[in-house]
């Protein structure tokens, strides 16, 4: 029954007077947090709860920071595996023992820090003299540890400091070999290939590599990864005479093996193969490539004679669906994922080498002499921007062996503690520039990275970003000329028929050449997307002050979260426009040059500054 003197009871508002009108209450301050007691803990327990003034207390009080427990186990080994800094740093100075041998698998104090991930407590043990090459009972050393439980920095940092990467423990089993047995990550596995770390060791037990372990473990990430970037053989037979290659392939229809992965096992077997020739020569890498390289052109020069064809044009859909679903067949056969990046800059290619021959041969006479040397010059325009845009460096962040080890050390000893995604690469090994990205295509981080483009084959960044513009004008230009010279040359040669529509006047254009109507159909395509993008590029250059990655990806930085997803890094149209194209505009702006492949650049203000989200390595 309700209570009319305490109404508010249920609510835990007993006793409290409530405010008049239909309002909410007002809040009252949040009560302190309450300390805990730890007067009555004894060292040990104390050292595992991190209540340093107890332990303080209690060694100053007289105890042996090196007195074992019942188990054996050290105050420094509590304090490792629990990650207590202060306890560790106070523990040392009063003698601890840094390599003390205790408990069931008679570990030191490092152990235990690398079998937890405890960058932390691994740094200080190691600055006090740690020795990670010790072996615990069961014959592993901190690397074999940290490798098999997925701790990626401690890893990096162990190998950093000297640790051999592919030193084997008690039974031959390296690091990599744990890591492909244990992780189902990428990395370690990848971490411990980038440092230099070798797959062809083998077991004494058994004789497997890291990838006769990937295998048994079905670990794709690992397989794919030792296979696509370790170089990993598949012809290494085992102590049972097996070979990673044989595994696979009797498991070669199961979904955990993986399309890359089935993809080079058959190249793998046919390249072996020396009786079925045909089937050789299509898994060749050099001719899959000029596969890649000629069909594109082949393809638009077959389809514009299927067009001219004098047949219905019901049996010419019928040839071009026929055709183009044969090449469709060709294609998954004969490409693999690398192979089919480079394909859009093959049509690329191939389209406008058609639309020279199309110039010369049609247009040309029909336009004159001046017309021809505008439309080389914007050719020539487009090349140079086009070369720049596809071979030129787009800003790849590089780094030594030192440098690399250096960045890890730095960055793991650092006050901080550990690193930051946002600012680390752990594929690289680099220190990541403020606006750089990695790459997942070209495989490499890239200063100021706006995206990958397929069209040019290559990533835009902070050194070829200009010319990337400059090849989307040029190429507009061109297609606008190319449009231009085709209804100069249909005007002359076919005439327009009187009182025809548009549609009539079109029609009536491919029938009277269907080669040239079809590379004008080319050029109308070309002319719409190169137009949509140079406008979306623009934009976001001039207007917004932020590259393409930073727009669709914005709620993952900081400094734009901060800022309501609006870029820090604009100064308003016109001075964005003098910084990306580093012109004064006669004296009114002043350019603002910055190097983006510097890592030593600091985020921008970002107030009110959100608080950091803690990071995690498996």
Request: glycine share 6%; with cysteine; aromatic share 12%.
């Amino acid at each position: 029954m309700y209570d009319s003197t305490c109404g508010a009871a249920a609510s835990g508002q007993c006793g409290k007077s409530q405010p008049d009108g239909d309002g909410p209450p007002p809040r009252e301050p949040p009560q302190a947090p309450l300390e805990r007691d730890y007067s009555g803990f004894d060292i040990v327990k104390a050292t595992q709860y991190g209540a340093f003034g107890r332990v303080k207390e209690l060694v100053e009080a007289g105890w042996d920071v090196n007195q074992p427990d019942h188990e054996t186990v050290t105050l420094l080994h509590w304090a490792a595996i629990n990650n207590r800094r202060e306890i560790i740093q106070y523990l040392l100075t009063k003698g601890a023992t840094v390599d003390a041998i205790g408990g069931e698998l008679q570990s030191t104090p490092l152990h235990w820090a690398t079998r937890q991930g405890h960058l932390e407590a691994t740094v200080l043990l190691l600055r006090a003299g740690a020795d990670p090459t010790l072996r615990d009972a069961e014959g592993c050393a901190c690397l074999h540890l940290a490798a098999q439980f997925g701790h990626t920095a401690v890893v990096a940092y162990l190998v950093a400091r000297g640790v051999a990467p592919d030193d084997p423990d008690a039974a031959g089993m390296t690091p990599l070999m744990w890591a492909c047995w244990k992780v189902s990550a990428v990395d370690p596995a990848r971490l411990l290939l980038t440092l230099g770390a070798s797959p062809r060791p083998t077991d004494r037990s058994h004789g497997n590599t890291a990838l006769h372990w990937a295998i048994l473990a079905r670990n794709t990430t690992a397989i794919s990864t030792l296979i696509l970037y370790g170089d990993a053989s598949l012809d290494v037979p085992n102590l049972r005479g097996v070979t990673p290659l044989a595994m696979l392939q009797a498991n070669a229809d199961s979904l955990w093996v993986g399309a890359k992965v089935s993809d080079k096992i058959k190249e793998h077997s046919l390249a072996a193969n020396k009786k079925n020739i045909f089937r050789r020569i299509t898994y060749d890498k050099k001719f899959r490539w000029w596969c890649v390289v000629v069909m594109p052109f082949v393809a638009f020069y077959l389809t514009g004679l299927v067009l001219e064809m004098d047949a219905p044009y019901l049996v010419k859909a019928f040839l071009l669906v026929c055709f183009y679903a044969l090449l469709h067949f060709v294609s998954n056969l004969l490409f693999d994922d690398d192979l089919k990046n480079i394909f859009p800059l093959s049509v690329y290619l191939a389209t406008k080498i058609w639309f020279y021959i199309t110039w010369v041969v049609f247009v040309m006479a029909a336009v004159g002499p001046g017309a021809t040397l505008m439309f080389g010059l914007c050719s020539a325009a487009l090349w140079y921007t086009f070369l720049r845009s596809w071979r030129s460096d787009p800003g790849v962040i590089t780094a030594s062996r030192q440098d690399k080890f250096r960045t890890i050390i730095e960055l793991s000893e650092s006050s901080r503690g550990g690193f930051e995604p946002a600012r680390f690469c752990s594929a690289c090994l680099v220190r990541r520039p403020l606006r750089s990205k990695h790459c997942s295509v070209c495989n490499r981080c890239v200063a100021k990275f706006d995206h990958h483009c397929p069209w040019v084959g290559n990533c835009i960044g902070a050194k070829n970003h200009l010319y990337f513009i400059g090849f989307l004008a040029s190429l507009l230009m061109m297609c606008l000329w190319m449009l231009w010279g085709g209804a100069q040359y249909f005007l002359a040669e076919c005439g327009v028929p009187d009182g025809a529509s548009v549609a009539d006047i079109l029609l009536s254009w491919a029938q009277c050449n269907a080669w040239l109507a079809w590379v004008m159909l080319n050029a109308a395509f070309h002319l719409f997307w190169v137009t949509v993008l140079t406008c979306c590029q623009m934009y976001l250059v001039v207007c917004l002050g932020m590259t393409t990655n930073e727009q669709l990806n914005r709620s993952r930085y900081r400094h734009f979260v901060a800022r309501g997803g609006r870029s820090p890094f604009t100064r308003g149209p016109l001075n964005n426009c003098a910084d990306f194209f580093g012109c004064r505009f006669c004296g009114l702006v002043s350019p603002r040059p910055r190097d983006w492949a510097d890592p030593t650049l600091d985020e921008p203000d970002t107030e009110p500054m959100l608080p950091r989200e803690p990071h995690h390595y498996v």
